[in-house]
């Protein structure tokens, strides 16, 4: 059993930095992957990052790319999201997830967490 639990999320002001943490909790972790996505009243969710558990390659939605940055500490099994230069754009419901596996062309994210809010002003 595999509970995520997401913190660090606040209101800031724009161009202002924000570090989100997604602890995992309940068993160990031996997923593949951690990933952050996020929710924006009115729209769908989106894809911000994904580190790899093992190499700890990273990857990244355009809109983040530059500045955003995922890590992970697999000793305490959290992820982190970094984020700097925030935009208005930015507000939103931040989730991580755990990537179980690829089912053919489609990522199986089995565990989510509650969600944590940033707002940007």
């Known amino acids: 059993h595999v509970q995520l639990v997401e913190s660090g999320g606040g209101s800031v002001q724009t161009g202002g930095s924000l570090t989100l943490s997604c602890t995992v909790a309940?068993?160990?972790?031996?997923?593949?992957?951690m990933a952050w996505f996020r929710q924006a009243p009115g729209k769908k969710r989106e894809g911000v990052a994904i580190?790899?558990?093992?190499?700890?390659?990273?990857f990244y939605d355009d809109s983040v790319k530059g500045r955003f940055t995922i890590s992970r500490d697999n000793a305490k099994n959290t992820v982190y999201l970094q984020m700097n230069s925030l935009k208005s754009e930015d507000t939103a419901l931040y989730y991580c997830?755990?990537?179980?596996?690829?089912?053919?062309?489609?990522?199986?994210?089995?565990?989510w967490g509650q969600g944590t809010q940033v707002t940007v002003s």
């Open positions: 997830a755990t990537l179980a596996r690829w089912v053919g062309l489609n990522p199986d994210f089995e565990y």
């Open positions: 309940g068993s160990t972790n031996t997923s593949n992957a």
């Open positions: 580190i790899y558990t093992g190499p700890q390659m990273s």
